[in-house]
C-alpha cells in the first residue's frame, strides 16, 4: 500500500467552502495513497469559522470547532470514497458529555470505519483546557490491514501500544500536535520505540507552522514519518520515510504489510513474541 503523512499547518477560514477546498486540494496532491493520515487538533482550524474572538478563546473554540462535526463528517466520506482511500481525519473535540474528548475519525472507501479518542491527557489539557480521555482502545480490521491509533501523548506509553500488538495491529497511526522540539521529540521517540518493541509500521502526523489567533495550536513543531522496526527487514535506522522538519506537505511510503508478521517471525531480534519476559521481571534483593 501506498501511505501518506501529513505534516499539516493550520489556516484561518472565512467559511467553510474555505476549509473544503483545503482538505480537498490535500487529499488529490496525496498521489493517489491507500491510506492518509493527518494530524491532532489539525481540526482547531475551524475554530476561525466563530470569527477572531471566539477563535482566541480556549473555551469557545472548542464548541465551535465541534459544531462542525456532521458536516466535516460528510466531507471526509465523500473525499474518502471519491479517491477509494482510507482517511484518518484530523482530530479534534467532541461533547460526549460535560467535557469534550479529543476523537480522531478513520474513514474509508465506503464510509465511516470508526473513532478513537485521546487516553492519557497533557498537562495543558488537563489543566488549562479542561479535554478529557476516554479510556478504551480500538482495532480497525480495514481492507488495508489492521490498524490502531495512538492519538500524540498516548504514543509515548508502551503498555497502550502493546494492547494494540496483542489485537495484532499492523499499523499503528500516530497523529501530534506539539508546540516544542522537545515535545514531537517525545512523540517520535515512542512512535519509534512502538514500532520497534511491537514490530509493526507506525505512521507519524505532525500539525506545523505558527497560528497567531489560536492559544491552543499556536507553535507547532514536527515532521511527517513513517518507521518501522530495525530489525533486518526495514531500513536499519528504522526510519522508512521522513519530511524535513516544520515543512508542510505529504511523506509518502509504500508498504507490505506481510513484512510486519514476517518481521515478528524472523526478525533479527523478537521483542514482539519476547514482551512476556519483561512484564516476568523482578526486583532482585541483595
Not at 79 to 100: N, Y
Not at 148 to 169: H, M, N, T
Request: charged share 25%; aromatic share 8%.
Amino acid at each position: 500500500m501506498k501511505i501518506a503523512a501529513a505534516a499539516y499547518p493550520i489556516d484561518w477560514f472565512e467559511d467553510f467552502a474555505e476549509y473544503e477546498i483545503k482538505l480537498t486540494s490535500w487529499v488529490e496532491k496525496a498521489e493517489g495513497a491507500d491510506l492518509l493520515v493527518f494530524p491532532e487538533y489539525g481540526a482547531m482550524e475551524l475554530a476561525s469559522l466563530g470569527g477572531r474572538e471566539v477563535a482566541g478563546d480556549l473555551e469557545a473554540s472548542l464548541h465551535e470547532v465541534a459544531r462542525h462535526a456532521d458536516a466535516v463528517g460528510e466531507l471526509h466520506q465523500r473525499l474518502a470514497a471519491r479517491h477509494g482511500c482510507h482517511i484518518l481525519a484530523a482530530s479534534g473535540p467532541v461533547f460526549t458529555g460535560e467535557r469534550p474528548v479529543n476523537r480522531a475519525v478513520l474513514y474509508g472507501p465506503g464510509g465511516l470505519v470508526g473513532h478513537q479518542d485521546k487516553q492519557i491527557m497533557t498537562r495543558f489539557e488537563r489543566e488549562e483546557w479542561n479535554v478529557t480521555g476516554a479510556s478504551g482502545l480500538r482495532i480497525f480490521d480495514t481492507a488495508l490491514g489492521r490498524i490502531g491509533i495512538l492519538i500524540c501523548y498516548d504514543s509515548e506509553f508502551p503498555l497502550l501500544g502493546r494492547v494494540l500488538a496483542e489485537a495484532q495491529a499492523e499499523l499503528i497511526l500516530v497523529p501530534s500536535c506539539t508546540d516544542t522540539i522537545a515535545g514531537f521529540h517525545r512523540v517520535r521517540i515512542g512512535a519509534m520505540a512502538r514500532a520497534l518493541e511491537s514490530q509493526c509500521v507506525v505512521v507519524h502526523s505532525p500539525t506545523v507552522g505558527s497560528c497567531d489567533w489560536s492559544p491552543a495550536v499556536d507553535e507547532n513543531r514536527g515532521r511527517a514519518a513513517i518507521y518501522g522496526p530495525p530489525d533486518g527487514f526495514w531500513p536499519e535506522t528504522g526510519v522508512i520515510a521522513e519530511g524535513e522538519m516544520d515543512r508542510p506537505g505529504w511523506v509518502f511510503a509504500r508498504i507490505d504489510l506481510s513484512e510486519v508478521s514476517r518481521s515478528r517471525r524472523e526478525g533479527a531480534v523478537l521483542p514482539f513474541a519476547h514482551w512476556p519476559e519483561s512484564t516476568a521481571a523482578k526486583l532482585l534483593s541483595d
